[in-house]
């Protein structure tokens, strides 16, 4: 069926350490997937996506990790930030279904 | 701001109340989307509009009633609403094409909704 899901709903990790999100999908038919990042009082916001035919994306201090074969999906953050403190989400998108079906969200918790 | 605005960021209704909810894209994107976003839960899609035509209704309350005048502005009108609506409201917006793969959603701020 439908489903997105993280591991784990809340994640603390130290100033200047690299954090990893991880995420399970259940549908081998997901043709992309998208994090995305919502702070506190604002919608989410696009973070980086990665097509089913790529296993890894990196962008600035973000890297998004991709293996099909146990349909998981994962978000580093490289050298956390104060401003990394947000809620992340996943989203994959089904193909033909024309939609984006969303995870729970891990709350990160950056400490100083 | 991301593109995306919605009207008001707050709203404190009754639950005999009116009111509506507006959204504004100004990103020339075909297609919009109403979600609800309790806490613990994941986002809940309500309503999809493509090219101005609702595509999904996703077995949402009555009490809630869409409206896209066009491909810039969505609403979503309120009625009688219960208690346990009271959430945030995200609106979203993408550009939808030729090919099945999303480019993924530009979302507003939301509405902060609570029902008293």
């Known amino acids: 069926g439908e489903s997105v899901g993280l591991h784990l709903p809340t994640l603390s990790v130290q100033e200047g350490d690299n954090s990893i999100i991880n995420c399970a999908y259940s549908n081998s038919a997901s043709d992309y997937f998208i994090w995305y990042k919502q702070e506190s009082g604002k919608g989410p916001q696009f973070i980086i996506d990665?097509?089913?035919?790529?296993d890894k994306r990196q962008g600035q201090r973000v890297t998004v990790l991709l293996n099909k074969t146990v349909k998981h999906l994962s978000l580093q953050i490289a050298a956390t930030q104060p401003g990394d403190s947000a809620v992340y989400f996943c989203a994959e998108n089904i193909r033909g279904a024309q939609k984006l079906v969303f995870g729970q969200g891990t709350r990160l918790t950056i400490n100083p | 701001e991301t593109g995306v605005t919605q009207t008001p960021r707050h709203l404190v209704m009754g639950m005999t109340n009116k009111k509506s909810l507006k959204c504004e894209q100004h990103l020339g994107h075909n297609a919009m989307y109403w979600y609800k976003q309790s806490a613990k839960k994941p986002l809940e899609l309500m309503f999809v509009?493509?090219?101005?035509?609702?595509?999904e209704n996703n077995s949402v309350p009555s009490r809630f009633s869409p409206e896209c005048p066009n491909s810039s502005h969505l609403f979503l009108h309120l009625h009688t609403l219960q208690p346990e609506d009271s959430a945030l409201y995200l609106c979203?917006?993408?550009?939808?094409?030729?090919?099945?793969?999303?480019?993924?959603?530009?979302f507003g701020s939301g509405t902060r909704l609570t029902v008293v």
């Open positions: 979203a917006s993408s550009q939808e094409g030729l090919t099945e793969i999303n480019y993924g959603y530009t």
């Open positions: 990665i097509r089913s035919n790529m």
């Open positions: 509009y493509s090219l101005e035509e609702r595509v």
